[in-house]
């Protein structure tokens, strides 16, 4: 039987490989505590018990535009010195500072991913999983675990999100809100006077970040073409440890148009309620297949 399995982050956290979001925020607060407080003040990041972020992806959609703007614009209108093109300085200004602000988060992102360390085999030898030969594996991880602990060739591994060490672009990762929860407005108001004032491209520039962060499906599927094309004779699918996240559907709904007549097996968390998974993905499962049954990782054991 010809298989494509699918891994997330599940499938790495179960080969111990500390792969959290919450142990990314640890590596960033040891590492730039200045880069740690600029994310903090500037996103609205969900914490988990340990004040650690939870859901940092997602999250990233979560930007203060406002409030970066307010941080950087330190001109006073009023002041008998002002000039309106000072503002065209704070424009300049603003997206120098978005510029770094994103440039540091995905360098802290790879630096984290490259700094993660693989358990020796040997320690987890009873916990390695059993796969069917010749199969396909869809990683949307960044990292080498089925290569290092499973001896997979990388011409069967697909990176949907680029890998660290075949890297032929950035790691990619960020948030699927189409439009910032307070949106800009309109150039014209219904009565068609405009609304745009001097500082419009300055604010402009300020919400840059939230499009910086948004992860554009449409563009990673194109550039994969080649491997929807070789999905055909695909008899089963198996996901392993994805949480099938609103984000991540779209990928998930290709795949099932591409082999419609597959069978799909999920995986859930082991210590959590099954339940719970098929409530949270009830739209998910339903568009991808009748065929679906749920199991846990250790079901595939070898």
Sequence with gaps: MRTLYITGNGFDIY????????????????????LENKIE???DFQIDANYLWKCFENDLCNFNHRAFFDNFNHLDIMDEGFKPSQCFGLEDDIVQESEELVQGIKDAFLNWIESIEYPDKAHIATRLLGFEPNSLFLNFNYTDTLEILYDIPKSQVIYLHNNTTDLSGELIFGHAEKQEKKPREDDLDECGNSNRTMFTDAEDAARATFYEFQKNTDAVMASHQQFFDRLSGIEEVVVLGHSLGRVDWPYFQRIASSIPSAKWKISYYPFAAKKELEYDATEMLRALSPKIAMIEIQDLLS
């Design 41 to 43: 003040e500037y996103f």
């Design 15 to 34: 080969h111990s490989l500390r792969t959290r979001y919450a142990d990314f925020h640890q590596f960033v607060s040891d590492q730039n505590s200045d």
